[in-house]
């Protein structure tokens, strides 16, 4: 029997309508556009409609995957969600996904590992599917980050954006699909970049209501220097654990958190820019929908049979990579 691997088989992703550019923001806090784009590379971001949650992004993604790929929601086995900013802390979004798009015969649960956390969920959708389990997994990866962020905080307004995206995942017996996985985490970190209030390290009472702790806070510097190394290592890492050099690799899809971290982890890799799948420019930082929005927009330039690098840092921290072979030519 031929060795079972986890395929992508689709790709759906979703942004909101509401644009926040640069402009916008040089009305709000102390800052400018020629700043943003020097240090960051973005120009502009999406923004969530009032009342509108990170479900509502998701059933917009199953319902493209499952239009795109000509297959019934009852055909899903299982929906997984990697997000820091859920509908709820509890139900999982994963549920509430699974009951609005008539998902009867599935089940999930959502993971969190900030802007790792797509790679990181697709890493264990992947295991469903290698071990005979399910047959279809799709992995959502996404956020809703205006709802964590202070708009009066310059250093991390200008940098993040709402937006999602979502893999099916089906079994391949012809070696395409998942390749490999590192996957790394050091959670010494965590004080440089999280969420303080909210949990039960610190709860939310009448008191802190409001403050600054209810936001996301970010020591700029410290993840940015992280960041760069970090992902720059485990891409070249996974690269040679699996005897791949530049011209081999056909794309890399890094997460979208700065141009310059970007850029920093071609040059370790030794790729020419027409390989990089950015779109930071427009969506800026959606921490855990960065990836799959790529795969999204360049979804029509992927051929079967390339090489594709997925690679990503985030809070915790966390990062890895994942190597995959892309599974089917776009119509």
């Not at 997984?80 to 798009?101: E, L, M």
């Not at 959502?110 to 295991?127: E, N, P, Y």
């Not at 530049?246 to 040059?267: C, F, G, K, M, W």
């Amino acid at each position: 029997m031929s060795k079972i691997t986890a395929a992508i088989t689709s790709v759906h992703g979703y942004v909101p309508e509401k644009i926040l550019s640069n402009f916008d923001l040089e009305k709000m806090v102390d800052t400018n556009n020629e700043w943003i784009v020097s240090r960051t590379g973005i120009k502009e971001r999406r923004v969530a409609a009032e009342n509108e949650a990170l479900s509502d992004f998701g059933v917009k993604i199953v319902e493209g995957i499952l239009e795109k790929r000509g297959i019934d929601a009852s055909e899903i086995d299982m929906i997984i969600v990697g997000s820091i900013t859920g509908d709820y802390k509890f139900p999982s979004t994963s549920n509430v996904i699974c009951d609005r798009v008539g998902a009867t015969n599935a089940w999930g649960f959502d993971l969190s590992a900030a802007c790792s956390g797509f790679i990181f969920t697709l890493d264990v959708g992947r295991q469903y599917i290698e071990n005979g389990t399910y047959k279809k997994v799709i992995v959502i990866g996404g956020d809703v980050m205006s709802s964590i962020i202070n708009y009066k905080d310059r250093a991390t307004c200008i940098i993040f954006g709402d937006g999602a995206g979502g893999v099916l995942l089906e079994p391949n017996t012809e070696g395409y699909g998942i390749q490999d996985a590192i996957l790394k985490a050091d959670g010494s970190g965590r004080q440089f970049l999280l969420q303080a209030i909210g949990g039960s390290r610190e709860p939310i009472t009448k008191e802190n209501v409001g403050s600054d702790g209810m936001y996301v806070y970010q020591e700029g510097q410290t993840v940015f220097k992280n960041a760069v190394k970090s992902m720059a290592d485990v891409s070249a890492e996974i690269m040679e654990k699996n005897n791949l050099t530049s011209e081999d690799v056909d794309y890399l899809v890094p997460h979208q958190a700065n141009l310059r971290i970007i850029d920093a982890t071609a040059r370790r890799m030794g790729l020419n820019p027409d390989k990089v799948t950015v779109n930071i420019q427009k969506f800026g930082n959606t921490t855990s929908g960065t990836i799959p929005l790529c795969l999204w927009e360049w979804e029509k330039k992927f051929k079967k049979g390339d090489n594709i690098i997925l690679a990503a840092f985030g809070g915790g921290f966390t990062w890895g990579a994942i190597y995959i072979k892309w599974a089917y030519d776009s119509k």
